[in-house]
């Protein structure tokens, strides 16, 4: 999964109806593995009600289809949860902040 | 699959459904160099079934293997990564490396 931050929020009048009207949020990724494309962020679809600011993890694929439903729908990342901390180990490895560039670090990010 | 190692974890609250009391790692890749074992920089969160600790080294798998972790053909839950073996040792070449 990606870890993100919900940068924005998008709506449209004229939307895939299999897309039913589910709110759109914009997700900057904070720690994306394998982006497939340079992206600046995601789109994702929201079933859990997320804020602007607010941290997030990110699922893509089929489970981002299932959680509206069935597997009918034009969408591709969902978001599965709302992060409330996130703790980063110190000696776990040697330069934790090379993975968190230093604009793209989470929000509650505590390390221990 | 990937090899990498525990960073960090992940809590929260309000998850999807199925989520419910499953732990999320940070997962730092790692990859082998002469020098030894180096961060590729790219992380992933991960669903922990196995309770890896603090720096353990652990594989991950991803999409559909990711939830055949927690029950096998479960297609509901909203998971692409889960950790799916804490490793004791590794060998690479002829030479053993027991890494941890």
């Known amino acids: 999964m990606i870890l993100g931050r919900v940068i924005g ?3 449209a009048a004229r ?3 299999r897309l039913d009207g589910n709110k759109l949020l914009l997700v900057r990724p904070l720690a994306w593995y394998d982006p497939d494309h340079q992206a600046d962020h995601l789109v994702c679809v929201d079933p859990l009600g997320a804020e602007v600011g607010q941290d997030v993890v990110v699922c893509m694929g089929l489970p981002a289809r299932l959680a509206l439903g069935d597997a009918r729908h034009p969408v591709e990342a969902a978001i599965a949860a709302i992060v409330d901390g996130v703790e980063v180990y110190q000696d776990a490895c040697r330069e934790p902040a090379f993975c968190f560039a230093h604009d793209r670090q989470p929000e509650s990010m505590q390390e221990r | 699959m990937i090899r990498g190692r525990v960073l960090g974890e992940v809590w ?4 999807a459904p199925r989520l419910a009391g499953k732990k999320m790692l940070l997962v730092a890749e790692t990859c082998m160099l002469p020098q030894g074992e180096q961060p590729t920089g790219r992380v992933i969160v991960a669903m922990d079934l196995l309770d890896a600790g603090r720096g353990d080294e652990v594989v991950v798998a991803f999409g559909s293997g990711a939830r055949n972790a927690e029950v096998p053909g479960s297609r509901d839950v909203l998971v692409d990564a889960s950790v799916v073996q804490i490793i004791d040792g590794t ?4 030479t053993p490396l027991i890494s941890s």
């Open chain 2, 12 to 15: 929260a609250t309000r998850k």
């Open chain 1, 9 to 11: 929020q998008c709506w």
């Open chain 2, 91 to 94: 060998s690479t070449g002829s």
């Open chain 1, 15 to 17: 939307q895939s109806p």
